[in-house]
């Protein structure tokens, strides 16, 4: 059992909102890696961060990926810096993985200065454009397909997924 779709991306990309609507669309369920480490941690990711570093909050996410993988046939959709793990990077080799893009214009209107992303807390807007040149490449390595999320709606985007991987439309 492997996933229908991977979705990748930087915060902000929509990876949780076009997730749902490609689950819904494929008749299938909707699974969120960062959503899954929250669960084992009993505590949000910014307070795993603070708590206890960012290397423990990767190592649960690693775990959350590795299961995910292997037990989730529907959409999944893996935290921004998921791929910096090399790990999850050959985990992914051969998925229906997408890497959502957005440009950084949106993804300041999305993140926002206030959202509990524990990477993006201080200048939200530099760390967000190092965050790209450290993960774009990663994001692209693992990806078969890219898609821009600039100017779409989540409905665009979603379709532009499907189309992407070239799912059959009921």
Do not use: C
């Amino acid at each position: 059992m492997t996933p229908a779709v991977v979705l990748v991306g930087p915060p902000g990309a929509g990876k949780s909102t076009v997730g749902r609507l490609l689950a819904e669309r494929l008749g299938g369920t909707f699974r969120d890696t960062d959503a899954d480490v929250v669960a084992m941690a009993g505590k949000p990711i910014a307070d795993i961060f603070y708590d206890e570093g960012e290397e423990h909050f990767r190592q649960l996410e690693r775990t959350a990926v590795d299961a995910a993988v292997a037990d989730h046939s529907g959409v999944l959709a893996l935290g921004g810096g998921a791929v910096v793990s090399a790990p999850n990077r050959e985990r992914l080799a051969g998925l229906p993985v997408v890497f959502l893009d957005l440009p950084l214009a949106d993804a300041v209107k999305r993140v926002g200065l206030d959202a509990p992303r524990p990477l993006l807390t201080i200048n939200p807007r530099q760390q967000w454009r190092a965050l790209m040149e450290e993960r774009r490449p990663l994001y692209t390595e693992v990806a078969r397909a890219v898609v821009s999320t600039e100017g779409r709606t989540p409905e665009q985007v979603a379709q532009a997924v499907l189309e992407s991987l070239e799912f059959e439309q009921a």
